[in-house]
């Protein structure tokens, strides 16, 4: 079985303040697949990374960075300088078990920088 | 390049009429997803296509739900007899060709509201 889990489920904060989305993640697979994903108002889900479980290198992507520590199964991911069109749903997923390839999605955490 | 697209964006019926979804996906993709997402959640898993094969199917696909992709190309979903409890966003998503593109990219999703 697997399971994600999004602990914070709305986050504010102001405009150009860092803020850090949380997720955990359950899998009895070594080998897995992990993703944030960014639902803004529009409703279509925008892909934003990808992580191997055999690769714990954080990333960084301009003003995005994600932190995957396989110790404590957490795949964290931080907005530095927060702007307005940051504010969405973000979710975490995972998938698995390699060829059965459905993702397991997190609650999401609803994010809004206000201005 | 076009992304995935679905059709109808918004779907109204009455309690016990059937409706019928259809998705476009990514031109080369191989792999095609449906997913279904309900208010404060995040999608879950209905079912998914390798080519024109129906690959698995989640317990949450009931006996009135069925789907097709009859070439390998489009899929079309298919809810008989539609419930209240169906009302829900139906997402699809398609994934690459090589066995190493894994994400899944997101059409902008149909929302059905039975009445």
């Known amino acids: 079985a697997q399971k994600v889990t999004q602990a914070q489920t709305e986050i504010s904060v102001v405009e150009k303040e860092d803020v850090t989305l949380d997720c955990v993640y359950e899998?009895?697979?070594?080998?897995?697949?992990l993703f944030w994903y960014k639902q803004p108002p529009s409703g279509e889900l925008v892909f934003l990374i990808r992580?191997?479980?055999?690769?714990?290198q954080n990333e960084i992507s301009g003003r995005y960075s994600w932190n995957f520590q396989k110790s404590t199964s957490s795949f964290n991911f931080t907005i530095t300088a927060s702007q307005v069109v940051d504010s969405a749903v973000y979710f975490c997923?995972?998938?698995?078990?390699?060829?059965?390839?459905?993702?397991?999605f997190g609650t999401g955490t609803r994010l809004t920088i206000i201005p | 390049d076009t992304g995935v697209s679905q059709n109808p964006r918004h779907k109204i019926t009455k309690r016990g009429q059937n409706v019928t979804f259809r998705c476009d996906p990514i031109s080369e993709h191989n792999r095609l997803y449906w997913y279904r997402q309900t208010l404060g959640q995040g999608p879950e898993f209905l079912t998914y296509?390798?080519?024109?094969?129906?690959?698995?199917k989640s317990r949450l696909l009931s006996d009135r739900f069925s789907a097709e992709r009859p070439k390998g190309s489009f899929s079309t979903l298919e809810i008989q007899r539609t419930e209240q409890g169906d009302s829900a966003m139906y997402l699809c998503?398609?994934?690459?060709?090589?066995?190493?593109?894994?994400?899944?990219?997101f059409g902008p999703g149909t929302r059905l509201t039975v009445l």
């Open positions: 997923a995972l998938i698995s078990n390699f060829g059965n390839e459905k993702l397991t």
């Open positions: 296509f390798q080519n024109e094969a129906q690959l698995e």
């Open positions: 992580r191997n479980s055999f690769d714990e």
């Open positions: 998503a398609s994934s690459g060709t090589s066995g190493g593109d894994i994400e899944q990219f």
């Open positions: 899998t009895r697979d070594t080998t897995y697949y």
